[in-house]
């Protein structure tokens, strides 16, 4: 008898499933880490979408799922995989750069029960220059938008050596402005990240981030500050918090970091199950 994908994988339950929906987007940030793959024209169909939640819910309990990519309103489909998720029972999320854009995200509401906006940085200048002119602005503005449908919005912001310094001021503009929450991650030096000059975090500089932000009041506003201690990240175990696909099968599991590293596994879109990766 075959092995389960559980036993494969030794994961037995998976709170989120973030699924990119294709590689494309209309940025090419130097933090990004998909890099080269940005250029791929590789899209899911919403079948492919649909039987992956069903086998997440079925076999691993999961009721979270984040559509992202690339960008995923450059995804044809999004409203009606948004519908198809909710339908299976999925509390559903949408994270995009939040450019422009705002046609696709009017067919959108009322599917998503949260809209995420990434960031690179805490202020205009700094995550400008990484992404591109005007694209901070924008962000806000898309922001300002979903509060005006009373839409909950949040923000997801990449930690940097070099920008670390103004996440404070990030969180404080976030809080005034309305989101319900701010999701840190540190960079993980992949993709652009290799060659872009952005540096990693050390864990002193995310513990100093930590003890400020423990100190604001930070209102209503969720901020994942555990992920900034080393010890909130033990070795990996069954209970995997965040397993994210991308389009061409490659599997990463996250704690504190983007795109974490995977195991030995890869998600089959034909069988729509996790395999072992072919080790040739
Ligand atoms: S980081 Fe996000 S917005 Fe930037 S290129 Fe990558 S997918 Fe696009």
Same mark, same amino acid.
């Given at each position: 008898m075959s092995p389960s994908a559980s036993d494969l994988t030794g994961i037995h339950r998976v709170e989120k499933l973030y699924l990119e929906l294709l590689f494309r987007c209309n940025m090419s940030c130097g933090i990004c880490y998909h890099g080269e793959d940005l250029k791929r024209r590789d899209v899911l169909t919403h079948e492919q979408v649909r039987n992956a939640l069903i086998y997440f819910a079925d076999r691993y309990g999961c009721r979270q799922a984040c559509f992202l990519g690339g960008e995923p309103l450059l995804y044809d489909e999004l409203p009606r995989v948004l519908a198809t998720a909710q339908q299976l029972g999925y509390q559903t999320e949408v994270? /995009?750069? $939040?450019?422009? @854009? @705002?046609r696709v995200l009017e067919a959108c509401v009322p599917h998503p029960d949260l809209l995420r906006i990434s960031l690179d940085a805490g202020t205009r200048e700094a995550h400008d220059a990484i992404r591109r &002119? !005007?694209?901070?602005d924008a962000a806000f503005? /898309? %922001?300002?938008w979903a509060a005006g449908r009373r839409l909950p919005f949040g923000a997801t912001c990449t930690l940097t050596a070099q920008?670390?310094?103004t996440i404070a001021e990030l969180a404080a503009r976030l809080r005034d402005t309305g989101a319900v929450e701010l999701q840190l991650h540190r960079l993980r030096p992949i993709g652009n990240a290799a060659t872009s000059g952005l540096q990693p975090v050390t864990w002193g500089q995310t513990r100093a981030l930590h003890d400020q932000l423990t100190r604001m009041d930070l209102g =209503? %506003? =969720?901020?994942n500050l555990d992920i900034l201690l080393p010890e909130r990240c033990p070795q990996p175990t *069954?209970?995997? !918090?965040?397993?994210e696909i991308a389009p061409d099968g490659r599997v990463y599991l996250s704690c504190a970091e983007v795109a $974490? &590293? *995977? =195991?030995n596994v890869r998600y089959d879109f034909d069988q729509a199950a996790l395999v072992p990766v072919d080790p040739r």
């Open positions: 994270c /995009t750069n $939040g450019y422009r @854009r @705002r &002119p !005007e694209s901070f503005d /898309t %922001m300002a920008h670390i310094g =209503q %506003m =969720q901020v *069954g209970h995997v !918090e965040k397993l $974490g &590293p *995977g =195991q």
